[in-house]
């Protein structure tokens, strides 16, 4: 059971850090995502942690600005959100994968999701 939390409301240029904590489950061993979805908009890649956390993927449209990391003592996955704009606006989802690195900057390379939780940045 994934579970994203820290959404919420904030203002453009601001920034959010979300979390995503899992239950039941060891995330050490998967390669961790996060993705979003605006309304009426198909499920995007945003950032993607390698299990060691060693290595990370970012969409254009948020490097420089977000931050995937993880603390697996802790057994959860961060993204640090710097430099908001209103088009960031979404549901977040955090993924785990079993596959490959390289798979996991399309929904299907993951295995679970967590229920999302909404990001809204205002202008």
């Known amino acids: 059971q994934l579970q994203a939390s820290g959404g919420g409301l904030v203002q453009a240029g601001g920034s959010v850090r979300l979390s995503c904590a899992a239950s039941g489950r060891t995330l050490s061993s998967y390669n961790m995502g996060w993705f979003r979805q605006a309304p009426g908009k198909e499920r995007e890649f945003v950032a993607a942690i390698r299990w060691s956390g060693g290595i990370t993927l970012y969409a254009d449209s948020v490097k420089g600005r977000f931050t995937i990391s993880r603390d697996n003592a802790k057994n959860t996955v961060y993204l640090q959100m710097n430099s908001l704009k209103p088009e960031d606006t979404a549901v977040y989802y955090c993924?785990?994968?079993?596959?490959?690195?390289?798979?996991?900057?399309?929904?299907?390379?993951?295995?679970?999701w967590g229920p999302g939780t909404q990001v809204t940045v205002s202008s």
């Open positions: 993924a785990a994968s079993r596959g490959a690195l390289s798979s996991t900057r399309s929904p299907s390379g993951y295995n679970y």
